[in-house]
């Protein structure tokens, strides 16, 4: 434990010397303020339509904030994921072998389970920040909204997304182990989690189990529950699985090129 | 202390290193000579627990390093070719982290960063950040991060490559000062370094030992002499190869 945080901390503190965890999470922040303000946009003019329309068809439910505002969001904000996580776990890997650290790492009394897990957590910290930067904006329509969103689905749904970009940082560092060069990590990684993200569209023509197996292994699918406010033991155990399974394959890829 | 019996790396057909043997015993400073190519660094990295070897064992602090690597790491302090630094760490944040993954107790850490930095000279820079060092303190700052742990064994890969000659007179002295308490392994392809520093050569080529020897049993010869006789040497019979050297532990 003491050496995974050892490298956890070492990790973070590069992340946040070097400008990348800023222009990562900037960028991820400003995009997400954009989606928010066009969502929100959209919102009010279904709203005064609705409004508009009321008298002839009393007792109607109109729009409300969660469907409109904070489920598209979050999903939104998956979509961007795929393209900035890779960003950040090109280096964790290939810039230690490139600079030569890597060789400290492998000669000090590590094991490579505890080097991975180090490395995986010190991007979960910088997550954690994106996240929860964006966690900013569905809490000003809980504050600002007049009636606001429900809470529990703005909770949950910001675990959900938070879940899934540790899986999707998972994902990304093992495509990241099999090489050296940065470019290579970053652009296989998205390629990865872009194809685990419309894993599930052939879905509409098949039939049958094939079906149902696409479809529980996307991560937006088994996002569903989650925005909506369930909190599943399904959609938990996928994330989870993604992760252990990311930190698995890295930890072997790395072995491969070394020895007990 | 160190046994190295007949390490063999191959790449594919290519044969890096081709049957190494030697030992080392506590206290010594070996140096391992070699022309560019010879497959120094590969030994070495062998021996560091970096790579694995085809065939062929090692011991190093009486472990073997395939299959107790870990007891190895814990015992062994390594530079590199290149120092393993982190440019946007500053000297003292760079040996505090490598103390904490050489599994340096935290209450001992401070201390044993100091001893550090105190026996390789370094509290002039120890706030600065690694990549705005000097190639001489590059190389001292890998030192320090090789010996903060107090390693039984210290493996050093040429530490003095490019550095200027006040440099090197520096980073000789703070070696010689580590057989004090350690056994040195100094690969180097400068000869004088072996006669000023080492107790012992081991002089590799073509993958193969050529020739090991205790300096003082080399009588008259000089060192180049006898190095000049080993790399010219086709297939290179340890014809010099002393013959208590696989008995002595």
């Known amino acids: ?260 | 202390m160190i046994e190295v019996k007949n390490l063999v790396k191959r790449y594919g057909d290519y044969a890096a290193v081709s049957g190494v043997s030697f030992s080392a015993t506590k206290g010594e400073i070996v140096g391992f000579l070699g022309p560019n190519g010879a497959g120094k660094t590969t030994t070495i990295r062998m021996l560091a627990t970096y790579l694995p070897p085809t065939s062929g064992s090692a011991t190093v602090a009486g472990f073997d390093i395939v299959k107790q690597s870990d007891e190895v790491r814990r015992r062994i302090g390594y530079l590199p070719e290149t120092p393993p630094l982190y440019g946007e760490m500053t000297v003292n944040e760079y040996l505090l982290f490598v103390a904490r993954i050489k599994g340096i107790a935290t209450s001992d850490l401070a201390r044993a960063v100091s001893v550090a930095v105190e026996r390789c000279v370094l509290g002039d820079v120890r706030n600065k950040l690694c990549q705005h060092l000097s190639r001489g303190y590059r190389q001292r700052v890998g030192i320090a991060q090789a010996i903060i742990h107090d390693p039984e064994v210290i493996i050093l890969d040429e530490p003095t490559s490019g550095l200027d000659p006040k440099q090197i007179i520096d980073i000789r002295q703070t070696i010689k000062s580590l057989a004090e308490r350690h056994t040195v392994i100094l690969s180097t392809h400068i000869l004088p370094e072996v006669s000023m520093v080492c107790s012992k050569v081991v002089i590799i080529n073509r993958g193969k030992v050529a020739l090991v020897s205790q300096l003082s049993d080399l009588g008259t010869q000089s060192l180049e002499q006898v190095f000049i006789e080993c790399v010219s040497r086709e297939g290179s019979t340890a014809a010099f190869e002393e013959p208590s050297v696989a008995a002595s532990a």
């Open chain 1, 1 to 260: 434990m003491r050496n995974i945080m050892a490298i956890c901390r070492r990790e973070v503190l590069s992340f946040f010397v070097s400008p990348i965890a800023y222009v990562v999470i900037t960028g991820f922040v400003l995009l997400a303020g954009y989606f928010f303000f066009n969502l929100l946009s959209i919102f009010s003019v279904m709203f005064v339509r609705f409004q508009a329309m009321a008298s002839f068809n009393p007792g109607a439910e109109g729009p409300n904030l969660n469907q409109w505002v904070v489920e598209p969001f979050y999903f939104t904000l998956v979509i961007i994921l795929v393209f900035m996580i890779p960003v950040l776990t090109m280096r964790l890997l290939a810039e230690e072998r490139k600079r030569g650290t890597f060789e400290l790492l492998i000669t000090s009394p590590l094991s490579v389970t505890e080097i991975v897990l180090g490395k995986f957590l010190g991007v979960g910290v910088v997550l954690f920040v994106m996240c929860g930067l964006c966690f900013a904006f569905p809490l000003l329509l809980v504050y600002f909204g007049q009636p606001g969103p429900e809470l529990l689905p703005v909770l949950s749904g910001w675990f959900g997304l938070f879940l899934c970009s540790l899986a999707f940082a998972s994902i990304a560092l093992a495509v990241s182990a099999f090489t050296e060069n940065q470019v290579v990590a970053a652009v296989s990684g998205m390629v990865a989690l872009l194809l685990l993200y419309v894993i599930h569209s052939p879905a509409e023509a098949l039939e049958g189990t094939s079906a149902t197996v696409l479809k529980a292994l996307s991560p937006v699918l088994q996002m569903q529950d989650l925005v909506r406010g369930v909190v599943t033991l399904q959609s938990v155990a996928y994330f989870a699985l993604l992760i252990v399974l990311g930190i698995f394959l890295s930890q072997r890829a790395i072995d491969a090129q070394r020895f007990r």
